[in-house]
């Protein structure tokens, strides 16, 4: 199994790419590309679908040869909901940078034609309010199993320094429906400082899987299975990007019974 955690890279380009093939799975892409105006980025798949998400920054965004206009509003992943756009398989994207600009393409399997090119915009985004005192964190559904796509579910959340998040431990390792869903996973971290940490732990029951790692600003962490809860420490705020798919596009999960009684 790869190392789960991909350190940040430095520079400008495409600075995150992480495949089925490198992560050692069946499901999950994910790229991030970062650049300055006039930098200019492009992809698509014949039996992948694409979620581009706005994490900073703005740019000029042509799906299939039709030009969208410039999208993007947030200079900061930690103000407020990105602008996204769901690219459906068999067709071609570019975005061109027209400001500093942080962009993630976040894949899975899809089937040509199943779903429309569309905009995600902020006041689209079903924003929530998770769990109460020190696990209290706010996720963002740029793409919950509600809305149109084949394998793809994306969402966003800030975890305020100090607090806890993906807690109570829960995973989604199973094709056990309805009990538990098989969903791999991407962690993409940002910290509200750029010298913030944080902490993620990916483990199963019998310890077969059990990393504890560091989490600075930028690096991705990849969950193959096990639970995988994420700790801000105090004066950092941490955002993540989640990118989860599977064989069946649904989020069930199935928490860690000895810590479950936090939630009663």
């Not at 993007?72 to 570019?94: L, N």
């Not at 600009?101 to 902020?122: D, F, M, N, Q, Y």
């Not at 995973?171 to 509200?192: C, G, V």
């Not at 600003?217 to 995988?228: F, L």
């Amino acid at each position: 199994m790869p190392n789960l955690r991909v350190k940040s890279q430095p520079g400008s380009g495409r600075v995150h790419h992480v495949t089925p093939e490198s992560a050692g799975w069946t499901y999950v892409g994910f790229d991030l590309f970062r650049g300055t105006p006039v930098d200019s980025f492009s992809g698509g798949s014949t039996d992948r679908e694409t979620c581009l998400v706005f994490v900073s920054g703005r740019g000029q965004v042509t799906v299939d040869g039709v030009d969208l206009g410039e999208l993007g509003e947030r200079m900061s992943p930690f103000d407020g909901p990105a602008y996204a756009v769901y690219v459906p398989a068999g067709v071609t994207w570019q975005v061109t940078a027209t400001t500093p600009l942080e962009l993630a393409a976040c894949t899975a399997p899809g089937k040509p034609g199943s779903h429309p090119t569309r905009v995600i915009r902020p006041d689209q985004i079903e924003r929530l309010t998770r769990g109460k005192g020190t696990n209290t964190r706010y996720p963002s559904n740029l793409l919950p199993e509600d809305h149109p796509a084949d394998s793809l579910l994306v969402v966003e959340v800030i975890t305020p320094g100090g607090h806890t998040s993906s807690y109570p431990p829960h995973r989604h390792d199973e094709d056990d429906l309805p009990r538990q869903s098989f969903l791999e996973e991407t962690y993409y971290h940002r910290m509200s400082k750029p010298q913030g940490f944080g902490f993620q732990r990916v483990y199963t029951d019998d310890r077969s899987l059990d990393e504890t790692m560091l989490i600075e600003d930028g690096d991705v962490v990849m969950v193959p299975k096990g639970y995988h809860p994420v700790a801000a420490i105090a004066g950092y705020d941490i955002y993540y990007l989640n990118v989860m798919a599977g064989p069946k596009r649904t989020w069930k999960f199935y928490n860690a019974p000895e810590h479950e009684w936090m939630l009663g």
